[in-house]
């Protein structure tokens, strides 16, 4: 074989195991003999379908069921699953909910001195708290993280800026959104469907207690029927509860699609990035 020859091969095997977007990228180690003796080429396994993508957790992924405020071991499973989708080399940001302190609306409801709005931000200071407790969890797994907050907070969080963001990403680190949008009167869905375009993030993955999109309340009917594949369009029709009606139109109006799932079972997050087909697919064309 030629000097020639040797460099093509080369070239070929590095353009094989490189990562792009929407491919696979197939795992391979090779040991090529050339004049100057073996020369030894691994590259790092993804099969992932996708290269950037927005996690939505809400607050209860926090909590022991049933529970409120913050569960160490709740906190470090979902680390662990995170963890493990980031060493596969996906660009992860997550958004996350604060329900398990406080919801804005239900708050409001129940006080008589506190108005919506302040409610709200209360719901927004939540999220912060808990994209503190997984950052470090996170940390302490392994994995390299920033805390961007859509409202400015600097002794704790950088402020949400998009390129910086976007930078993160690249540099493989995991970057967490807190604050929600930074306006009250929506929640952590809308959020998630926002960012996610602005990120170009190619799908949102809410994380649920349940295993996808039912017919019905499944904790309420054990014979809903669960979808694999469904439309915006048959979802905002039958009021099939996916993520909040804003969340939803966003994403169908921008072609985003969105995969529940349960990320309870240990291993669905790996699971529903490395493209199989678990839970619910939400877009505008399912799959065939
Ligand atoms: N929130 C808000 N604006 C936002 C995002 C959240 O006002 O852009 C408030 C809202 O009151 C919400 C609370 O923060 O109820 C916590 O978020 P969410 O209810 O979405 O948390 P989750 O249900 O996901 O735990």
Redesign the pocket.
């Known amino acids: 074989m030629t000097d020639i020859s040797y460099v093509r091969l080369l070239r070929d095997l590095l353009n094989f195991g490189k990562q792009t977007p929407g491919t696979l990228t197939v795992s391979a180690g090779l040991a090529i003999y050339c004049n100057t003796g073996f020369l030894l080429m691994t590259t790092t396994t993804n099969r992932s379908p996708y290269r950037r993508v927005l996690l ?1 957790i ?3 992924s926090f909590c022991r069921e049933g529970e409120s405020g913050i569960s160490m071991n709740e906190l470090s499973s979902v680390a662990g699953q995170i963890r493990d989708v980031v060493q596969k080399g996906i660009q992860l940001a997550i958004v996350c ?4 302190i ?4 239900q708050f409001a409801d129940i006080s008589q001195s506190i108005v919506p709005s302040t ?3 209360m ?2 200071l ?2 912060v708290i808990n994209g503190l407790a997984l950052q470090d969890a996170l940390e302490s797994a392994g994995v390299q993280t920033r805390l961007q907050s ?1 409202i400015r907070m600097e002794g704790v969080a950088e402020p949400f800026i998009r390129r910086r963001c976007l930078r993160h990403l690249e540099k493989g680190r995991v970057v967490i959104l807190a ?13 998630a469907a926002l960012r996610a375009r602005e990120i170009d993030a190619e799908v949102v993955l809410k994380g649920t207690k349940v295993d996808g999109v039912y017919s019905e309340d499944p904790l309420r009917n054990p014979h809903a029927i669960r979808y694999s594949d469904i439309t915006f369009r048959e979802v905002l029709s039958q009021n099939l509860q996916v993520m909040d009606a804003q969340a939803m139109h966003h994403c169908m109006e921008h072609n985003i699609d969105i995969i529940v799932f349960n990320y309870k079972r240990v291993g669905n997050i790996a699971r529903v990035v490395a493209g199989e087909r678990i839970g619910t697919r939400v877009s505008n064309e399912p799959r065939s």
Do not use: C, I, Q
């Open positions: 939505k809400s607050g209860e909910g604060g329900g398990n406080l919801r804005g609306k409610a709200h931000y719901g927004m939540a999220t859509a604050a929600g949008t930074g306006s009250p009167f929506v929640t952590t869905d809308t959020a």
